[in-house]
């Protein structure tokens, strides 16, 4: 009669509070260089020790440059919350991949890469992204420094539990539609806080035509509906992403693993909260015109006319698209563009990269575009080289960057000037997001490819 | 330590629009902060200011008619980023309470966590208090925590908030979870052992 979500929460509860929350045992607390120091400088103020350092993971991604990590960080603050999380990680006893470690990367893309996220966890991050750890079969949320700091105190934090929702998409997927376009597709239908109060399972035919890093991608948007987070039962190709990762278990250890992973998944008779289907066939490549990732729709549809917004909305709406120098009623396809970016804790593995390159090949970047493409970490960047990908796109007038979360938030120097438009394969579009002003078009890596090839907003499926 | 919550009586600041996101509330680059200070000059930063700093005229924080330590936000305030620096921002600047229709999860928990009290309405009371605010910006609302009533103090209209009870003992005498944690280490271990 239980969920996955279920199993793995009710098996974590430590003790709860009497009519208050569950204390939940954390399994892997993953901590970046922004929503940490606050919370190490309280354990310090409180003169205590993080609880079980083993399972805390450290790494520097929001600020880091996308160039020249090998030199110190121009800007003076950025630098200070590089070093801070250094200094806090080396006096606490924990394991840090700092910048230019091979092991570096977009924390949310290093996680499932090392084989640190394990299908039955509860893993948590002071990140909204870290529900993208789900796709392994994970109890995966985003929390704030507070929390952060009561998970290394106490390796637990008192969490009320959420709903459950179930989100299934049967059918099969049509050809350049990605998991990406799934993703917001889904939040589109959904609305931006449309999840609120839930934990989401995604399940069903096309869910599981994804492949493992399509997954991730799906994974990491559930925050954008508001869900606490979203998780997919682990099947075989879970378990054969997993083998031989670096930090999986091994030999016996292994074994024992994978016999307890198979074991997680929904009862046949597990009863939702709310049930939702999605047809796949109705999914066509997505392109965002607004912001907030909810405001997306099929790149051959033309942008919701205000009478179709309900009333209670409109002046949100109208200031939405004012922001973003867009009309009710226009299409979007032939929009001029000037930013390109593929990367982030969304797209910025190595699938991601095959793509992009696979529409790119035997192509020249538009002159007038600025792409930016950022590996989501070295052990993508390495791989992309193993593929020679990084010749197809020299050869198309491309250049690789250094990994890092880099332009999906701009905290680095990647910044998109006011006014222009960013096609982006991130996950937000908020006013301001890319840079003040900025312009955001949340899509697909193929899209992204079409845009930057075009130099304008094209549907990809005529180029392929 | 922390300011116990009671009954605050105070007058609001409205924002009535909706989906109001933890990128508005705190634009990125101020998350490069090492500790708690300061945010509150930088809340709302990109609506308030304009690129040279100068004070934008119609952004409500701007509006001296408009004051007090209640914040009024439209549907789902706070989506977005799990950035406690928003919470930190509003309690900053000094509100101590945020009242809406519907809240984003995180940003709910950081709110609470913080101090700031997350006021969840009905459409109808949230539509009709931007109402009042709007016939008089002095208007004043009361939020009794114990009793967990709002009451709109220009009409009268009054309406039962919902709160963990957790979280209202913490709110009501300044406590604060870590504490709690920590005094149930026995706990942690025997669930580790079991």
Redesign the interface.
């Known amino acids: 009669m239980n969920t996955l979500f279920d199993k793995i929460w009710d098996s974590h509860v430590?003790?709860t509070?009497e009519?208050?929350?569950t204390?939940l045992?954390i399994d892997r607390l993953y901590c970046h260089e922004?929503?940490s120091?606050?919370a190490f400088?309280?354990l310090r103020a409180?003169g205590?020790d993080v609880?079980r350092p083993e399972k805390v993971y450290c790494m520097p991604d929001?600020?880091t440059p996308t160039h020249d990590q090998d030199k110190p960080i121009e800007?003076a603050?950025?630098k200070?919350?590089v070093d801070?999380l250094t200094k806090n990680a080396k006096d606490f006893g924990l394991t840090h991949f700092g910048m230019m470690n091979p092991k570096n990367g977009i924390i949310h893309v290093v996680g499932p890469e090392r084989g640190l996220t394990l299908p039955g966890m509860t893993i948590v991050c002071?990140?909204?992204h870290?529900s993208t750890h789900g796709a392994l079969g994970t109890v995966a949320f985003?929390?704030?420094?507070?929390?952060v700091?009561?998970v290394l105190?106490?390796?637990?934090i008192?969490?009320?539990k959420?709903k459950t929702m179930r989100i299934s998409v049967e059918g099969k997927l049509n050809e350049g539609v990605t998991a990406k376009d799934v993703a917001l597709y889904i939040i589109s239908k959904v609305t931006?806080?449309g999840a609120?109060?839930y934990f989401v399972e995604y399940a069903g035919e096309a869910i599981y035509s994804l492949s493992m890093e399509g997954r991730l991608t799906l994974c990491n948007l559930s925050?954008e509906m508001?869900a606490?987070g979203g998780i997919i039962a682990p099947d075989d190709a879970a378990i054969e992403y997993l083998r031989n990762r670096e930090y999986a278990p091994k030999g016996e250890e292994w074994d024992k693993a994978v016999a307890y992973w198979k074991t997680l998944k929904s009862d046949a008779d597990a009863v939702f909260d709310k049930d939702v289907l999605f047809h796949a066939e109705d999914i066509e490549p997505m392109i965002t015109y607004g912001t907030?990732p909810g405001m997306g729709m099929g790149i051959s549809e033309n942008i919701p006319v205000m009478e179709s917004i309900p009333e209670?909305?409109r002046?949100?709406y109208a200031?939405s698209l004012d922001y973003m120098g867009l009309e009710a009623g226009q299409s979007l396809l032939g929009k001029k563009i000037d930013y390109v970016f593929l990367g982030s804790c969304t797209n910025g593995r190595i699938e991601d990269f095959r793509v992009f390159a696979s529409l790119v090949k035997g192509k020249k970047k538009a002159a007038d575009v600025i792409a930016w493409l950022v590996p989501g970490s070295w052990e993508v960047d390495k791989q992309i080289r193993r593929e020679g990908l990084d010749k197809i796109f020299e050869e198309a007038g491309f250049a690789l960057r250094q990994p890092g979360c880099s332009a999906c938030?701009?905290?680095n120097d990647d910044k998109v000037p006011?006014g222009k438009y960013a096609v982006s394969t991130s996950n937000?579009n908020?006013?301001?997001?890319q840079g003040?002003?900025a312009r955001t078009l949340l899509a697909s890596p193929l899209v992204a490819a079409a845009a930057a090839v075009t130099g304008v907003i094209t549907d990809p499926r005529k180029l392929l | 330590m922390k300011e116990k919550f009671n009954i605050t009586t105070s007058t609001c600041v409205p924002l009535?629009?909706?989906?109001v996101?933890t990128?508005?509330i705190i634009?990125?680059?101020f998350?490069?902060?090492?500790?708690?200070e300061g945010f509150g000059d930088n809340l709302f930063r990109?609506w308030r200011y304009d690129?040279q700093d100068n004070k934008i005229d119609s952004f409500v924080l701007n509006n001296p008619i408009y004051s007090g330590e209640i914040l009024v936000g439209?549907?789902?305030f706070g989506?977005?980023?799990?950035?406690?620096?928003a919470?930190w921002a509003i309690a900053g600047y000094g509100f101590r309470i945020v009242v809406s229709s519907?809240?984003?999860?995180?940003f709910r928990?950081?709110a609470l966590?913080?101090f700031v009290l997350p006021v969840v309405v009905s459409?109808a009371f949230l539509a009709g208090l931007f109402e009042s605010i709007q016939n008089d910006p002095k208007m004043e609302v009361e939020v009794n925590l114990p009793a967990q009533t709002i009451t709109n103090k220009a009409t009268g209209a009054s309406e039962y908030f919902d709160i963990?009870?957790?979280?209202k003992?913490c709110l009501e005498n300044g406590l604060?979870?870590?504490d709690?944690?920590?005094s149930?280490?026995d706990?942690?271990e025997a669930?580790?052992n079991k």
């Open positions: 430590v003790t509070v009519d208050g929350p204390q045992y922004v929503t120091p606050q400088a309280g409180r205590i609880f929001h600020n800007d603050i950025s200070t919350q801070t002071g990140d909204s870290t985003g929390i704030g420094t507070s929390e700091e009561m105190s106490s390796q637990c008192l969490q009320s959420p931006t806080g609120t109060g925050i508001g606490r907030n209670a909305g002046i949100s200031k938030l701009a905290m006011a937000r908020f006013e301001g997001r003040p002003g | 009535p629009l909706e989906n996101d990128d508005q634009p990125a680059r998350l490069k902060a090492t500790t708690k990109d690129k439209g549907k789902n989506s977005g980023s799990s950035r406690e620096h919470a519907f809240f984003a999860d995180i928990n950081n966590n913080n459409d963990n009870s957790y979280k003992l604060d979870d870590i709690f944690l920590l149930n280490k706990k942690i669930w580790e």
